[in-house]
């Protein structure tokens, strides 16, 4: 069996690239690294620099993720900076910020970054979600409990996870099956 290593720390994005490179006959390892991530507004640029520094630790081929969260109602807010507002936000915070919107969708902007010593290549998929207005579920990450994703019948991140479903079938792990599907023809 091939293997990958995925460098993150969020246990979450982990499992969900795990089921779907067993899929596809692909064990997926998970290396925590402590990586200072440049700030800004454009993910690519962010990740890119992510992956060349870890792999610059690992010495090794690497896959990286990041995810950029935009609220069109708040003109983009909270973007890349969305890891932030879960440590400064409850879920309540975000729900008396969103709770006046008409627009309630919410972008994902998911982008996973192989690296390896001769290549990078960046995985970009975009999904719009609604913000929720009461939050549901057991919530590790706040913003889980007030937003709803395609594919995911109305359920909460939160709830989702609560119920353990099937990772490698739901709509956003579409960036998932396209970088395996690239790197099996490596």
């Given at each position: 069996?091939?293997?990958?290593?995925?460098?993150?720390?969020?246990?979450?994005?982990?499992?969900?690239?795990?089921?779907?490179c067993l899929q596809?006959?692909?064990?997926?390892?998970?290396?925590?690294?402590?990586?200072?991530?440049?700030?800004?507004?454009?993910?690519?640029?962010?990740?890119?620099?992510?992956?060349?520094?870890?792999?610059?630790?690992?010495?090794?081929?690497?896959?990286?993720?990041?995810?950029?969260?935009?609220?069109?109602?708040?003109?983009?807010?909270?973007?890349?900076?969305?890891k932030s507002m879960?440590?400064?936000?409850?879920?309540?915070?975000?729900?008396?910020?969103?709770?006046?919107?008409?627009?309630?969708?919410?972008?994902?902007v998911q982008l996973?970054?192989?690296?390896?010593?001769?290549?990078?290549?960046?995985?970009?998929?975009?999904?719009?979600?609604?913000?929720?207005?009461?939050?549901?579920?057991?919530?590790?990450?706040?913003?889980?409990?007030?937003?709803?994703?395609?594919?995911?019948?109305?359920?909460?991140?939160?709830?989702?996870?609560?119920?353990?479903?099937?990772?490698?079938?739901?709509?956003?792990?579409?960036?998932?099956?396209?970088?395996?599907?690239?790197?099996?023809?490596?």
């Open positions: 069996m091939r293997q990958l290593i995925f460098s993150t720390g969020n246990i979450q994005k982990f499992e969900n690239g795990r089921a779907a596809a006959g692909i064990e997926l390892l998970q290396q925590k690294l402590d990586i200072d991530e440049i700030q800004g507004e454009d993910s690519e640029v962010i990740i890119r620099d992510k992956a060349k520094k870890a792999f610059e630790i690992l010495r090794q081929p690497v896959v990286v993720s990041d995810d950029s969260w935009h609220i069109p109602g708040l003109k983009g807010f909270p973007g890349p900076y969305m879960n440590h400064w936000f409850t879920p309540d915070d975000f729900l008396h910020l969103t709770r006046s919107l008409k627009d309630r969708r919410i972008i994902l996973l970054a192989y690296y390896d010593e001769s290549q990078q290549k960046v995985f970009r998929q975009e999904y719009t979600g609604e913000l929720l207005k009461e939050a549901r579920g057991n919530h590790n990450i706040t913003s889980q409990a007030i937003i709803t994703m395609p594919g995911d019948n109305g359920l909460s991140i939160a709830e989702v996870y609560d119920r353990d479903v099937n990772h490698a079938a739901r709509e956003v792990s579409a960036g998932w099956h396209e970088l395996i599907k690239w790197y099996q023809a490596l």
